[in-house]
C-alpha cells in the first residue's frame, strides 16, 4: 500500500523559513518523480513543484520560484520542501503527491496524494 | 500559461442522478488532462487520467470524455460518497488545476 507522511507543518512569522518533509512507502521511491501541490484555506490545488526521480531535474511554480527549494534523498525515501522568505499568501495545506511516472513528462498525473501538512504564515 | 475553467462552480442533484461536470482548456491540452475528487478533510483522489482512463479502484460509474479543449467528467448515478469537490488538471503545458465544481445534494 503506498503511504505518503508529510511532517514539519506549523506557524511561522512573515520572513522566516521552514522545511516540509515527506516520507514515502510501498513503492519503489527511486523510480518515481514527487511533488509539492498546496491548498490555502476554503481555495482550490496549486502545482508548487517537482524533482524528477534522479533529482537531476526540479521545477517550480510562478509563486514559489526563488523562495522554494525541492530535494530527495532516496536513501530515506523522503521528499523536502524547503520554504525561504515566507509570505502570508503561503498559507496553505501543502500536500506531497506521487507522480506517475519518472519525470516532468507530458501526460503524467499525481496518483497518490498525502494527507497534507498545515503552514501558517501569520505574525 | 494554460487556465482551465470548470462549470459550474457548484452542481446541486439528487443521489441517483447524473452529473455532468465540464472543464474548458484555453489552449489545446491534446488528452493530457485527469480529474481528482476531493471530499472535506481529505487529500485529492485522481479519478481520471489521459481524459477517459479509470484509474485503479475507480468504480465504472465515473466516466471521462472530451480532447482538445473540452472535457467532461460524467458520474452516470450519483451515490452519497459521490457528493465532493472535483478538480481537472492538465499537464500538457506546464501544469496548472481547474477552479473546481462542487458536488452537493439537492
Known amino acids: 500500500e503506498v503511504q505518503l507522511l508529510e511532517s514539519g507543518g506549523g506557524l511561522v512569522q512573515p520572513g522566516g523559513s521552514l522545511r516540509l518533509s515527506c516520507a514515502a512507502s510501498g513503492f519503489t521511491f527511486n523510480n518515481y518523480a514527487m511533488s509539492w501541490v498546496r491548498q490555502a484555506p476554503g481555495k482550490g490545488l496549486e502545482w508548487v513543484s517537482v524533482?524528477?526521480?534522479?533529482?537531476?531535474?526540479?521545477e517550480y511554480g510562478d509563486s514559489v520560484r526563488g523562495r522554494f527549494t525541492i530535494s530527495r534523498d532516496d536513501s530515506k525515501n523522503t521528499v523536502y520542501l524547503q520554504m525561504n522568505s515566507l509570505r502570508a499568501e503561503d498559507t496553505a495545506i501543502y500536500y506531497c503527491?506521487?507522480?506517475?511516472?519518472?519525470?516532468?513528462?507530458?501526460?503524467?498525473?499525481?496518483?497518490?496524494w498525502g494527507q497534507g501538512t498545515l503552514v501558517t504564515v501569520s505574525s | 500559461e494554460i487556465v482551465l475553467t470548470q462549470s459550474p462552480a457548484t452542481l446541486s442533484l439528487s443521489p441517483g442522478e447524473r452529473a455532468t461536470l465540464s472543464c474548458r482548456a484555453s489552449?489545446?491540452?491534446?488528452?493530457?488532462l485527469a480529474w481528482y475528487q476531493q471530499k472535506p478533510g481529505q487529500a485529492p483522489r485522481l479519478l481520471i487520467y489521459d481524459a477517459s482512463y479509470r484509474a485503479t479502484g475507480i468504480p465504472a460509474r465515473f466516466s471521462g470524455s472530451g480532447s482538445g479543449t473540452d472535457f467532461t467528467l460524467t458520474i452516470s448515478r450519483l451515490e452519497p460518497e459521490d457528493f465532493a469537490v472535483y478538480y481537472c488538471?492538465?499537464?500538457?503545458?506546464?501544469?496548472?488545476f481547474g477552479g473546481g465544481t462542487k458536488v452537493e445534494i439537492k
Open positions: 524533482i524528477s526521480a534522479s533529482s537531476g531535474s526540479t
Open positions: 489552449q489545446n491540452v491534446n488528452n493530457y
Open positions: 503527491a506521487k507522480w506517475t511516472s519518472s519525470g516532468w513528462y507530458i501526460g503524467s498525473y499525481f496518483d497518490y
Open positions: 488538471q492538465q499537464r500538457s503545458n506546464w501544469l496548472t
